[in-house]
């Protein structure tokens, strides 16, 4: 499989269908411990940080990241977000790019 340059938007639900692949996913950081970090992104998100990554515990962080086989995501790059974040509208944006994935999402194969 080719990587097109889209990243999904997914949550902690739609991990397993991303194994390998590139996805983009905010959550509230809830626990910061030397290189990972664990977001609740509607449901326990851990993140493999990288060394610019510069999460605060208690804000929303985006990621953008490489799904792991054991559904941790690899960070490639990272936003803090603060504290002033609607979770509930970055779900509901992850539920409506899913229900009408051939405008939002491109998967290309080889």
Sequence with gaps: MAETGSTPRITAQYLDSYVGRNVT???RVTQLRGDTAVLDADGPVTAIMDRDSHLVNGHVALLIGKVNPDLSI?????MDLGTDVDL??????????HSFREIFI???YN
């Design 74 to 78: 690899k960070v490639l790059s990272s």
């Design 106 to 108: 491109q998967e290309t």
């Design 88 to 97: 509930e509208l970055a779900s509901a944006v992850v539920e409506t790019t």
């Design 25 to 27: 996913i905010t959550g």
